[in-house]
């Protein structure tokens, strides 16, 4: 491929950042191989040659581009099958993309999360309708700045096994809206003698930032009432100028306290804390986070990479855009996705869903 695209490759294979240029294997986790399924899914056949220019918004900024970097190698495969297809790429972040759809400057939204309450409020406001959301990815187990899991954390001395998402609600939030109530003693989820009467003390991020928004809409089923004991943390500046991560901050917090439980991520591990195998409900599976069980979504609190587009009731969608949703959900998309990124690629069951929405 010549002209402007292919300097932008090679540009960003010489100056990607670290997440970048490390290895799949690295980013999926060392005891982790790349998922061998992708190479077995259908490889992209074009319904129809198309022409047109398509304007992407999305997930990227000036600093931390993962999202543009990765769209330029997904447009340049896509262009050895539709060569009449232009881009227009604006990865000025998450919180720009959605609006470029309703005003009418963009053509594919590309998040680097799930979509907004608030964003989702203006489209509806905007259109009278929807946007029609596609899955794309799945999130990572633990790499920053690709939509890491969340997980839960007890201190290492806590004997509990599990928790399903009823209990995280009862724990975390006020009003039970899963129908558990509320829990803040350990006893109420059958610890013994020593337990019994101890106190549930929790921590977390900050519960107005996207990462407790997520929380809320997947375990409180959105309530905004959150247990009034609950500790927060944000990022913080350290005396040395470097960064000390919310989720780090969380982690060490907890390894002072027996009686609490925390939402962070594994990346920020301390050894005296342990992260809890979790279940969508009392029958299980409970399970840790994998990438096999992010990807057959069988952990619960997996996080979703979604592009979106503007299809009003009744309409078909643009060829283009049709087209180049479906590259996205082939073998070769989901390749490029895990050899160029740290999210992890849906399961075959996920992209024949997400295809069935894509016409």
């Known amino acids: 491929m010549r002209g402007p695209l292919a300097l932008f490759l090679a540009f960003a294979t010489l100056f990607a ?4 240029a490390e290895s799949t294997t690295h980013l999926l986790g060392a005891d982790h191989p790349a998922p061998a399924f992708v190479d077995e899914l259908p490889a992209y056949q074009p319904d129809e040659r198309v022409t047109g220019t398509l304007r992407i918004w999305g997930h990227g900024s000036f600093k931390r581009d993962f999202m543009g970097q990765l769209l330029a190698y997904w447009i340049a495969e896509f262009a050895k099958h539709q060569p009449d297809v232009k881009f227009e790429n604006r990865m000025y972040g998450t919180a720009s993309a959605i609006g470029s759809l ?3 400057t963009g053509d594919i939204a590309i998040l680097g999360e799930e979509i907004s309450p608030a964003a989702l409020r203006a489209f509806r406001r905007a259109k009278g309708y929807d ?10 187990v633990d790499v920053n700045f690709y939509d890491y899991a969340h997980m839960i954390f007890v201190h290492r001395d806590n004997p509990i096994k599990g928790l399903t998402l009823k209990q995280l609600d009862a724990i975390f939030g006020e009003e039970g809206r899963r ?26 991020w ?6 407790g928004l997520f929380f809320r809409e997947r375990v409180l089923e959105d309530s905004h009432r959150w247990n009034g004991a609950m500790r927060e943390y944000e990022h913080q500046q350290r005396p040395d100028g470097t960064q000390y991560d919310h989720g780090q901050r969380i982690v060490d917090a907890l390894a002072t306290d027996r009686g609490g439980i925390a939402i962070s991520n594994i990346r920020y591990k301390h050894p005296d804390v342990r992260p809890l195998p979790l279940a969508w409900d009392a029958k299980g599976p409970f399970v840790d986070a994998t990438p096999q069980t992010l990807i057959d979504r069988s952990y619960p609190l997996i996080r979703i990479i979604p592009a979106y587009v503007d299809v009003a009731p009744g309409q078909k969608m643009d060829p283009a855009q049709r087209e180049f949703l479906r590259f996205l959900l082939s073998r070769e998309g989901q390749r490029i996705l895990i050899d ?20």
């Open 179 to 204: 129908g558990g109530g509320q829990v803040r003693r350990w006893g109420q989820l059958g610890l013994g003698e020593a337990w019994r009467d101890a106190a549930i003390i929790p921590y977390g």
């Open 102 to 104: 309703y005003s009418g």
């Open 206 to 211: 900050k519960t107005d930032v996207d990462f």
């Open 340 to 359: 160029h990124s740290g999210y992890l690629p849906l399961s075959a069951k996920t992209l024949a869903q997400e295809l069935g929405k894509v016409k």
């Open 17 to 20: 950042g670290p997440a970048q």
């Open 131 to 140: 946007p029609t959301g596609i899955e794309v990815a799945n999130g990572s």
